[in-house]
Structures are given as structure tokens and as C-alpha cells.
């Protein structure tokens, strides 16, 4: 039923009708209502879409950091190399988390540990996660800072995360996470903190790294232009599903799902017109908590017919390695 | 016509940081140096800029939320930095503020009917019915029903609040409006109907607007004039179609080039800009930008560009880009008079 394109080459991650859910006081909320991608080896793959598609709730799910309380993961398969994740043990996942998949995230300051110098925090995941001394991961450490170019890594290993500024801050967590050459990144909005010249100083940073250490990267983003300028493939979500996933260069030449239209004609484009309207998605992005009736973006559709209003559409192949969920997907697309 | 809606002389703003009794010489942060830049009625005039570049501290220097260390802000000819509590109080109608976050700029507890007409009440008292009729008139304007009005804001989407941001705003029918990264915080979709109904408002009502922001499509979506900064500084000033096409001083190419366009045929070429924005407290000799700038000759250490009037209506501080005339080889800015005039020669295209 799915679309699975590309069986056989080397597939890193392979995630299965992954279905998560928070539970709130007012009900159980399904963020992730049963998606299918894959990685492959080496790869960098953007996951788009806008606040509260479930984009980092993806992320969150593979690595199992899902707070523990409040959201759980009740459906599907995350298969890495074969493994499927959420059959591991706590014990067993703490050896991959970091070590095999890596993770960094939108705001280096929370995500660093204040009152630890940064080279205590790289040699620290060193040290976890393979069988090195100290002084061996300090200068393991030190090796990192270089390779993230930052100026005088002698001295800056012994800075605290408030003696650097948000950039260096950011070089700092990719040092941390590419310490331990994992095979996958995970990146959740990287750069969205970031001055437009810091960004395009670290994307070049994690695609150049990426490249000499072979590691895929998932990248999330809600902008379409880091995901044209940096990623191979890219999956856009709605609601808590996949709409549509292909190719960066069959996405934004063919866009063959109505909201991944809806979503590239909004943003102003230098390339067209000014103070012209923007054409807008009307509406607002539907509440999860109640059940939603066939296709979730058909109440803010402009192809929407019956069958949208009464089945969920599922992904189809529209064209080699690119698919849609959208009935009308024939229609929709070149127009 | 008698001249600009808004003019702005000179324009500096120095915080002290750390200031302790056993200091001695306490540090400088120099957040707003000698800006200077005028507004016409019903013109966007856009603020662009990274980070600590200083212009969210322009907006609150319009709004006199900070008290300038110099330099004038003239609203039709009347500074008001000088003036006192009531009069301000009667130019604040004619200047409103939208700001970045639609959930913290708004108070939890007010209805939107009260959020919007709060401003209005702070001048005149209004009957119940007066009221409501005031917000539903504005939320009609806003774009949204006027069955919202008795909403709490954390029953509303992140876009309705920003249009109620924007309602309030509206509420005193200001000539002037400054937005401070007012589409910043919202996912795309949301952006283009807020860009949209500004632009609405702008052609209905023909309020001029300062807008702030990071982000350079957005600005050339909406602005009619942009004004780049750099530490403190405006580095150049041009009508936004000139600056887009043709970015004549080195930060606004580098800037330009650093954005990211969803068209995953370009072929991205520039190599981007080295290093990092300089402290405000010790900002570098010369031009402020020398340090990370691949055109930098020895006289950019040394000396401060003025801003240089070119043919096309812009004005950029740059040795090697814009040098300055030979007569006029002092390193001196040109008079303010002359500079607020040459940055007003393009005015509203429509």
C-alpha cells in the first residue's frame, strides 16, 4: 500500500507506520498518525513542514526521548540497519543514541550544560561511547573543535558555553555529535536560531563533515530554502502524516501535493513579484485532539472533492521515487 | 506635501553595561551610532540587519520607549524626543508598535474586545456599546469575525493573535506603525496572510510602516525602501528594488547571498562570509566591517566611510564601493540635512 521505493540499496533507517501519541488532560492526542520513510546510507534527507506537524516529534520517537509521561510510541517499526529500535532495551538504545544516531538541536544554549566547559562535555560523549582515556578524549575533543573551525580549539576547549556566541555554540554540539563519526544525524532546525550568515557557515559545515565522515543527516526545517540548498530527498508533513515525498529536485519542480503547493507559493520569492498578494493557504491547521474525517488538509484544499472529506488518502507513487497522498494527485500536479 | 512623516537625525544610542562603583571606566555598548533616515507617508521603509545590529533598538528609540543619548526623532516636524508627558502622550496616537511574539505581547487575561480597544480607552472613555462596535469594526478590518472579540488570547491561533496585535495597533488610526519582526515567530502559511493583510492596510488607510526584520525576502516582498545594518550603523540605504538587484556595499551582497532560495537548481557559488559579528562594546577602527570583509584596503581600518550619495538614490558607507568625492575627502559624514534628503528622493512607487 505504501509507497516503498529503493528496496535494495543500503537502506540506514527504515521507519514503518510509526503512530505516536501524547496523552493531555483534554485526551489523547495522535501526533504521528502512522508514517513511512526511509535513509538511506549517506544521505541527507529534509522533513518539512510548519509548527506542530510532528516534525521533531519524529525525531524525538526515533531516538525514543518522547517525554515519558505525556507520549508514547504505540504503533509501526524503526528499523536502523535492520534493528527495530523499539524492541531494543533501555541499555541497548543507550548504546546507539549518540553513539550511532546523533542528535543536535535548534538552541545550543539549552542543550549544553552550563557549568561544564565544552571540552568536558565532547570528551565526556567520548568517553561513554568508546574505550578511551581522558586525556585521550580531551584531545579527541580538540581534534573536534578544529574540525568545526573554530578558531583556537587549544584554547577554546576550556571555555563554558556563555563564553561563546551562538554560532560557535552550535560548531560545539556538531563537534559533540559527530565525536563519535555516528552513522546518522538527526538535526532539528539547526540553524532557525541563527543570524542568515552563521546559518550558511554551519549548513556548509554540516554538509562538508557529512561528506568526510559518510554520516546521513535528517534535517528538519520548516524552510524550504535550506531544504532546496542542502538535502537530497525530502518528506513534507501535515497534521502528523507524510504528503508527500521525493527527490529535492522532483519536489520543487513537480509539487504534486496541494499543501507542499500551497506552503512553496506562500513564501515570498525574490523571483517574483513584489507587494503583490501572497497566495494564501486559507484557514488554520486542524486541532488533533478531535478525530479528523478523511484527508486532514481537505477543509483548507482548493481541490478537495467528496472522497477527500470521507478517506484518508494514502501515500501513491506519482513518478520514480515520488509520492503523493492525495486523490487527486493527477490533477494536482503542473498546475 | 511639507516633507516626511518621520525623520530621523543622528540618531545614537549608547547603553553602559556592568556599571559597578569599583570600575572605573565602565563599558560601552554603542547599539545605534549616528542614524539618520526619513519616512513618508504611506511608505515602507524596511530595517534589515543581523543580530545585535541594533535595530530593535531603533524601534524602541521611535517609540521613546528608550531615551536616545543623541540626535533628533521628528514626527511631521516636531521632535519628540523633547517632549514632555501629555504632549507624548498625544504623538503616541499617531505612532503605533507591532511586535515579534503573539503570545507574550498580549495579555492572557483581556478578552480580545479589551486588548484592542485598551488603547483607545487610555484617551477616551467608551460606552459598552461604543466599544464593541470599535472591535468588531477592527476585527473586520484584522480579517477575522467579530464573534472573536469575546476570545481569550490562548483561545486563538498564533495568527489570530497577530492580527489582534495589529488591531490594536490599528485602534488609534496611527500614521505610522513599527513592526518589530512582526511575521518572524509565524510558520509560512500564516506569514503570507499577515504580509498580505498589512499590505491591504497600507493601501486602505495609508499608514507608513518601519519594519524590522531578518529576513530579506520578506523585505523585498514588502518594502519600498531598506536601510541595512551593521553594528549600529547603517551601512546602506536604497530603494528595494536597486538593493535587491544590485547590492553595492559588501554586507548587503553577503547577506544577499547568505539566504537560502527554494530552487534546488541554483548552484550556490559564494563562498560565505567569514567569522562573526564584532562586540558592539569595542566595535573595530575604521569601518566596522573591515575585519570579515574581502574588499577591505587599508583605508577601511582606518577611517569611517560616510555615507555617499549615488546616482540611482542610495546611500552607502563604503571606501572601496562608494568612495567619496575627491572635494570631500575629510572622512566627515555628510551634513544630516543633506543625507535625510537624499535618503527621501525615492518615495512610494504606487
Known amino acids: 500500500m505504501q509507497s516503498r521505493n529503493a528496496g535494495g540499496d543500503d537502506v540506514l533507517l527504515d521507519v514503518l507506520d510509526l503512530e505516536t501519541h501524547f496523552y493531555g488532560e483534554d485526551g489523547v492526542v495522535p501526533a504521528l498518525g502512522g508514517i513511512s520513510f526511509q535513509i538511506r546510507s549517506g544521505e541527507t534527507l529534509g522533513v518539512v513542514g510548519e509548527s506542530g506537524c510532528g516534525k521533531s516529534v519524529t525525531a524525538l520517537s526515533i531516538l525514543r526521548l518522547l517525554p515519558k509521561l505525556s507520549a508514547k510510541t504505540v504503533g509501526g517499526e524503526i528499523r536502523f540497519r535492520g534493528r527495530d529500535l523499539l524492541k531494543l532495551s533501555e541499555p541497548e538504545m543507550r548504546l546507539i543514541r549518540g553513539d550511532r544516531i546523533a542528535m543536535i538541536f535548534q538552541e545550543p544554549m539549552t542543550s549544553l550544560n552550563p557549568v561544564h566547559t565544552v571540552g568536558d562535555q565532547i570528551a565526556e560523549a567520548v568517553q561513554i561511547h568508546t574505550k578511551a582515556s581522558r586525556s585521550e578524549a580531551m584531545a579527541r575533543a580538540q581534534e573536534m573543535l578544529r574540525l568545526v573551525r573554530i578558531a583556537d580549539p587549544e584554547r577554546r576547549v576550556n571555555n563554558y558555553p556563555y563564553e561563546m556566541s551562538g554560532g560557535m555554540r552550535q560548531r560545539v554540539m556538531i563537534a559533540m555529535a559527530l565525536a563519535c563519526t555516528p552513522e546518522l544525524l538527526i538535526a532539528d532546525e539547526p540553524t532557525t536560531a541563527l543570524d542568515v550568515t552563521i546559518q550558511a557557515q554551519i549548513l556548509r559545515l554540516i554538509l562538508e563533515l557529512k561528506q568526510r565522515m559518510g554520516t546521513a543527516v535528517m534535517l528538519i526545517t520548516h524552510d524550504l530554502g535550506v531544504v532546496a540548498e542542502t538535502c537530497q530527498r525530502a518528506v513534507v508533513m501535515y497534521a502528523g502524516r507524510i504528503v508527500e515525498q521525493a527527490t529535492v529536485r522532483d519536489l520543487f519542480a513537480r509539487p504534486t501535493h496541494p499543501y507542499t503547493q500551497g506552503l512553496m507559493r506562500s513564501a515570498p520569492d525574490p523571483r517574483r513579484g513584489r507587494q503583490r498578494r501572497l497566495p494564501e493557504i486559507p484557514g488554520i491547521v486542524p486541532s488533533l485532539r478531535e478525530p479528523i474525517a478523511g484527508c486532514s488538509f481537505a477543509p483548507r484544499c482548493p481541490y478537495a472533492i467528496s472522497i477527500c472529506h470521507e478517506k484518508t488518502p494514502s501515500l501513491r507513487d506519482v513518478g520514480p521515487d515520488h509520492a503523493a497522498a492525495c486523490w487527486r494527485s493527477e490533477e494536482v500536479v503542473g498546475a | ?350
Not at chain 2, 548587503?252 to 547571498?257: F, G, K, S, V
Not at chain 2, 569601518?287 to 549615488?310: K, N, Q, T
Open chain 2, 1 to 350: 506635501m511639507t516633507g516626511p512623516l518621520l525623520k530621523v537625525e543622528n540618531l545614537t544610542k549608547h547603553y553602559t553595561v556592568g556599571a559597578g562603583f569599583l570600575r572605573k571606566s565602565v563599558p560601552v555598548v554603542r547599539a545605534v551610532e549616528d542614524v539618520s533616515f526619513s519616512v513618508e507617508a504611506g511608505e515602507t521603509l524596511c530595517v534589515v540587519g543581523e543580530s545585535g545590529c541594533g535595530k530593535s533598538t531603533i524601534a524602541r528609540l521611535l517609540m521613546r520607549i528608550v531615551e536616545p543619548t543623541s540626535g533628533r526623532v521628528m514626527i511631521d516636524g516636531t521632535d519628540i524626543a523633547g517632549l514632555k508627558k501629555e504632549p507624548l502622550r498625544a504623538w503616541r496616537r499617531r505612532m503605533q508598535m507591532v511586535f515579534q511574539d503573539p503570545y507574550s505581547s498580549l495579555n492572557p487575561r483581556l478578552t480580545a474586545e479589551q486588548i484592542i480597544t485598551e488603547p483607545v480607552e487610555n484617551f477616551e472613555r467608551l460606552r459598552r456599546k461604543q466599544r464593541q462596535a470599535l472591535a468588531a469594526d477592527l476585527l473586520r478590518k484584522v480579517g477575522m469575525s467579530p464573534e472573536m472579540m469575546h476570545r481569550l488570547p490562548s483561545e486563538l491561533s498564533g495568527g489570530q493573535r497577530q492580527r489582534l496585535g495589529i488591531a490594536r495597533a490599528l485602534s488609534l488610526q496611527p500614521s505610522l506603525i513599527i513592526a518589530d519582526e512582526a511575521v518572524s515567530a509565524l510558520d509560512v502559511s500564516v506569514q503570507a496572510q499577515i504580509l498580505n493583510l498589512l499590505l491591504d492596510l497600507q493601501q486602505q488607510m495609508n499608514i507608513a510602516f518601519v519594519f524590522i526584520s531578518h529576513d530579506l525576502s520578506v523585505v523585498h516582498h514588502i518594502g519600498h525602501r531598506v536601510a541595512v545594518m551593521y553594528l549600529g550603523r547603517i551601512v546602506e540605504l536604497a530603494p528595494c528594488e536597486a538593493l535587491f538587484a544590485n547590492p553595492v556595499h559588501p554586507y548587503t551582497e553577503a547577506l544577499l547571498a547568505a539566504a537560502p532560495v527554494p530552487d534546488p537548481t541554483r548552484v550556490r557559488l559564494e563562498v560565505p562570509l567569514e567569522g562573526e559579528v564584532p562586540s558592539p562594546i569595542d566595535p573595530p577602527h575604521g569601518c566596522a566591517f573591515h575585519p570579515r570583509c574581502p574588499l577591505a584596503i587599508e583605508r577601511c581600518r582606518e577611517v569611517l566611510p560616510a555615507l555617499v550619495p549615488m546616482a540611482d538614490g542610495r546611500v552607502v558607507a563604503c571606501h572601496v564601493r562608494a568612495p567619496a568625492p575627491a572635494t570631500d575627502f575629510s572622512g566627515q559624514p555628510p551634513a544630516p540635512a543633506m543625507l535625510a534628503r537624499s535618503c527621501a528622493t525615492s518615495t512610494v512607487s504606487s
